[in-house]
């Protein structure tokens, strides 16, 4: 250690030892400059200037030959050691010594040190005030390059290449970079042979042997020497690393591209494609082509994607080249959106044309867009090209798309703009007209569906079609109760030739039956059911059943009762629905016939086998009446009491009190016939058995002799006799307006006699009438009053109907906590399965619309196990299951029932099913099945607008899940230029834009840097660039 320090002081204290062993001679300018001179020569620069400027200090006169000359060297010293205060001195040194023999060399040793700073402008100064003929060789050679260099950095090319020119003939150090730049300002001027000679000779030289062979096969491509491309670009690829490897790959590729030798072209292509360098759209398009011609259809889809975000000519090419691709790929949907793009472009007009009739006929082949394209793509067509070749072709599909599409309504709008249809239009307009009535008609529009049936005879061109417009118009009498013009409009329907060969011709019978039916004509409802059961033998079980059913009451109510029971049994026998039904009415006809062991035995299978029926306790009563008239009292009275004791709120407690009274009475039981007969008068005061029971309460205070008591306790709770004979007066008045189908008259008649009295003795009966014909004149606030007293009295034959219409108006009120109530105590009272089932559909729309989901499942799940739920009214069910379990986030079990009702519906809740089924699917990013889904939703729901909208948003977010942004593009574009609707298209330029953001995001690179390295004294030459070829002043 002590040795390294040793050295290192000798090192430090050298230079004062030196200046202390000079000999004092050296302190003389003369000599003092010598040595200064001796170690510039060796340079030691920093000993030199400091004897240099000693010198200075030792002479007096600043202008004398060796001050100057010190001056100078000084100045030079300081530049050799990159001094702060070079400049200054040499500038100082030009301005007092302008004379001096060093000026020639000061101008330049200043012009090099701008330079070396890249100060060109000033560089230039001073190399312009350079006589360059008194430079030495290597002074000259250095003059010319960095003067050259300055000029071609001040954009000054023509005196650049006249300053390089001086380098490029002989060997010299910048023998290369000269001829480098010379090349490029000859590339730059078109001087493209020039250049070409320049960069060969630049092909072997170590610094520029990876940069000539980018020029070299760029001057070639200019030259469209393409054939001189492609023979001398992939060796140089190939051998060696070269500059802008990607650039050259680039030319070679589109050189091939342009020889049409597409399978070459497409490697060097795809090598410029995968460089980090900005990519041009022309460059993407070329690569798409090459792909396309070599069948790599998918490849050239990636290509072409990214070339269609701009109008112009190429995005118009390339969306047609993009349409063939999918067509080779057979896949049409895809197609179809790319010819539509295309067709957008005018600047080609034959393609547009070409495009614009590929798009309409795959839009007709397809039917899955919700604008009704394939209508307004050839309407399009036969518009802007109606003198083409396939001017015929186009207005045949068009006639197919409007006698083979599901949105009817948009072929009647198109349909309606012909004036002149000739058989095929007329024939599509009969067709659309009928479709969209039945559609309509399954909707439960009917008012509307009735406009389009009354459309299908406006060309009578199938007399089928015609026939069957004239069922359905039957359908919508019968539905609106209009049953006597139903059965016309049924028979008018038969009678028509057209319908005889329709499956419907039958099914007239049969709804001819049910209009008769409902008018209570059950002879001829009986007739029209036995025409149906005799025309359809093969007809579905259900409906067989029900037939038996109706014959079995038509027989019953015509007091035939073997008929009736024989038609019950064969409905027993099918059991497909209501067999309870079917029993109790056997039950009643034996009743009738006077056998009371078969009715007994049928009713107690009733009680055995359906617990849960709405004819148990109907039953119960009948077999016990039954036990009472056969003197079985003690099994009566069982019965009795099981009705009084377990079914409180039903109307037979009532009867079954009055019975038991009388058995009582019958066994001497008196005080409990009495405590029976008064139970009934005081609880259902207003009730028609109520009067009933009075009379039996007399009888038995009769047969006691207790007058007195009876007359205080009737005094009491029964009105006098002049009092009830004027209610009895006023009711029946009121009653005969309302039997009459007055209801304005009954109206005022019951709510004279409410008024009147108070309470009346049919006060029931007329608050539930007034209600009814209120209801019916739309007032149903005041008709809710009345059905609410209706239903605050003690179960009565008015009870269940009250409680159904008070829900009705509450529940479609929007006062749902209120119908809720009405539905949960309808499903307690009801005795007939229809109101059971009403009030259980009821409690699941309410509780779902309260937000109370658990409810809401127990009835939905109530109202699908019910065997008499119609189809409609299923689909409901499935469909709020299916949003409640969506809303507990139990997707699986959501999508489940959203399927159910997609394969049941043809109207809003399957679309809305079908589109949460596809986005469900989407959110798993299984985005072909989810694509499916909602291509199936179109197609399946041609008149549900919104939610086709709906699904092409959903669409287009498909598209973008891909990754494919032109499909994405396309159908956002759809609906921008097709929807009317701001919040939507709003939606749809917000999804638009966010693509084109990420499509620019994608499209950016980055240029490879060209760092070439030159010759230059000390570094003062910077490394030269490509950039550097290009940048301005600096």
């Keep these: 250690m002590k040795h390294h320090l040793a050295i290192i002081t000798v090192i430090l204290l050298a230079p004062l030892l030196a200046s202390a ?13 010598a040595h200064a001179m001796e170690l510039y020569d060796k340079e030691k620069f920093t000993a030199a200037q400091r004897e240099f400027e000693e010198v200075q200090a030792h002479v007096d006169d600043p202008y004398r030959e060796i001050a100057v000359n010190a001056e100078y060297y000084a100045a030079r010293c300081a530049m050799h050691l990159f001094h702060k205060d070079t400049r200054e001195r040499l500038v100082q040194f030009v301005h007092d010594h302008p004379e001096s023999m060093h000026i020639r060399t000061a101008y330049f040793e200043l012009a090099n040190y701008y330079y070396s700073r890249k100060q060109y402008r000033n560089a230039l100064e001073w190399y312009d005030k350079v006589e360059a003929a008194k430079l030495t060789v290597e002074e000259t050679n250095d003059y010319h390059f960095k003067r050259g260099y300055s000029q071609f950095k001040r954009k000054e090319y023509s005196a650049a290449k006249q300053s390089f020119s001086h380098l490029i003939d002989e060997p010299n150090r910048y023998y290369a970079p000269a001829n480098y730049y010379y090349a490029h300002l000859a590339y730059m001027d078109g001087n493209y042979e020039a250049a070409l000679k320049g960069f060969r000779l630049l092909e072997s030289d170590e610094n520029f042997a990876t940069v000539a062979p980018y020029y070299i096969t760029q001057i070639l491509f200019l030259q469209e020497k393409y054939d001189e491309v492609v023979s001398y670009g992939p060796s140089r690829i190939d051998s060696a690393r070269v500059k802008k490897e990607h650039e050259v790959a680039r030319i070679i590729g589109e050189s091939f591209y342009n020889l049409q030798q597409y399978e070459e072209a497409v490697p060097y292509l795809q090598q410029f494609r995968d460089s980090q360098a900005p990519k ?21 889809l990636d290509a072409f994607n990214l070339v269609t975000n701009a109008d112009d000519e190429l995005s118009q090419v390339a969306t047609y080249h993009m349409g063939e691709s999918y067509l080779k790929l057979d896949n049409k949907k895809y197609a179809r959106n790319a010819f539509k793009e295309s067709s957008k472009y005018d600047y080609d007009r034959p393609l547009q044309e070409d495009a614009l009739f590929n798009y309409a006929k795959l839009a007709y082949e397809l039917s899955v867009n919700p604008f009704h394209e394939a209508i307004r793509a050839f309407e399009q067509y036969l518009e802007d090209y109606p003198t083409s070749e396939r001017r015929d072709d186009a207005y045949a599909f068009l006639l197919e798309v409007y006698l083979t599409t599901r949105d009817y309504q948009a072929a009647l709008d198109a349909l309606d703009k012909i004036e002149e249809k000739d058989i095929k239009a007329k024939t599509a307009y009969q067709l659309s007209a009928y479709n969209r009535g039945v559609e309509l008609f399954l909707n439960r529009k009917f008012i509307e569906a009735r406009s389009y ?114 038609y019950y049994d064969q409905a027993i026998a099918l059991d497909k629905f209501d067999t309870d039904y079917a029993l109790f009415q056997k039950a009643r006809s034996q009743g009738f016939k006077g056998d009371d062991v078969s009715k007994t035995n049928t009713l107690e299978e009733i009680i055995r086998r359906y617990t849960k029926s709405s004819y148990l306790v109907p039953a119960k009563y009948q077999l016990a009446e039954t036990f009472f008239k056969m003197d079985k009292n003690d099994q009566a009275f069982v019965m009795f009491e099981d009705i009084i004791d377990n079914h409180s709120g039903s109307p037979y407690v009532k009867k079954s009190l009055l ?33 009933e029971a009075q009379a039996r309460i007399q009888d ?335």
């Design 453 to 566: 049936f009354m459309k299908v005879d406006t060309y009578n061109i199938d007399p089928t079609l015609t026939a069957l417009a004239e069922y359905w118009m039957a359908e919508i009498l019968y539905r609106e109760k209009q049953y006597d013009q139903a059965i016309l409009a049924y028979r008018e329907f038969q009678n028509d030739p057209g319908s005889f060969d329709t499956e419907y011709f039958k099914e007239a019978y049969y709804s001819t039956a049910y209009a008769y039916f409902m008018q209570k004509e059950y002879r001829n409802a009986q007739t029209a059911f036995n025409l149906y059961l005799n025309s359809k033998p093969g007809a579905d079980d259900k409906k067989m059943n029900d037939t038996y059913l109706r014959l079995g009451d038509c027989a019953f109510v015509a007091k035939e009762y073997n008929t009736a029971i024989s």
């Design 21 to 33: 062993q000079q000999p004092a001679t050296l302190h003389h300018p003369e000599a003092l400059y």
């Design 700 to 1034: 038995v205070y009769v047969e006691l002799g207790r007058m007195d008591e009876f007359n205080e306790w009737y005094e009491q709770h029964v009105p006098t006799g002049s009092v009830a004979a004027q209610d009895s007066v006023n009711y029946r008045a009121a009653e005969n307006k309302y039997s009459a189908g007055d209801c304005e008259g009954a109206i005022t008649a019951f709510t004279s006699y409410i008024q009147k009295f108070q309470p009346g003795i049919f006060g029931i009966n007329a608050s539930y009438y007034l209600g009814e014909c209120l209801f019916q004149r739309g007032d149903t606030e005041i008709a809710l009053n009345n059905y609410l007293y209706v239903i605050g009295q003690p179960t009565n034959q008015f009870s269940e109907p009250a409680l159904f219409s008070a829900a009705t108006i509450t529940y479609e009120a929007g006062r749902y906590d209120e119908a809720l109530e009405h539905y949960q105590a309808l499903e307690r009272v009801a005795t007939f399965d229809n109101n059971i089932l009403e009030a259980r559909i009821g409690q699941m729309r309410c509780h779902f619309q309260l937000g109370q989901y658990d409810q809401a499942l127990t009835y939905c799940d109530a109202v699908l196990a019910d065997d008499n739920s119609p189809e409609y009214i299923l689909k409901e069910a499935h469909f709020i299951k299916a949003k409640v379990l969506l809303s507990q986030n139990d997707v699986p079990g959501a999508l489940l029932a959203f399927r159910k009702v997609d394969q049941m519906s043809t109207g809003k809740m399957g679309a809305e099913s079908k589109f949460n089924i596809a986005r469900i699917i989407y959110n798993r990013q299984e985005y072909t099945e989810s694509e499916e889904e909602i291509f199936e939703l179109i197609q399946q729901y041609p008149s549900q607008e919104f939610w086709k909208i709906k699904a092409f948003l959903l669409l287009a977010d498909v598209y973008t899940g891909m990754e494919d942004y032109f499909q994405a593009k396309a159908t956002l574009q759809s609906i921008i230029d097709n929807v009317q609707d701001e919040g939507i298209r709003a939606e749809a330029i917000a999804k638009y834009e966010a693509i084109v953001a990420i499509e620019q995001g994608a499209s950016e690179g980055v240029e490879e840097d060209m760092e070439i390295e030159v010759g230059g004294e000390g570094g003062e030459t910077p490394g030269q660039s490509e950039q550097d070829l290009f940048d301005g002043e600096e």
């Design 659 to 691: 019975t038991m009274g009388l058995i009582h009475f019958r066994r001497g039981a008196y005080e409990d016939a009495i405590a029976s007969f008064k139970q009934v008068v005081e609880d259902y005061p207003q009730d028609e058995d109520s009067q």
């Design 280 to 300: 041009q759209r022309q460059d993407h398009y070329q690569l798409g082509f090459a792909l396309y011609k070599t069948g790599a259809y998918e490849e050239a």
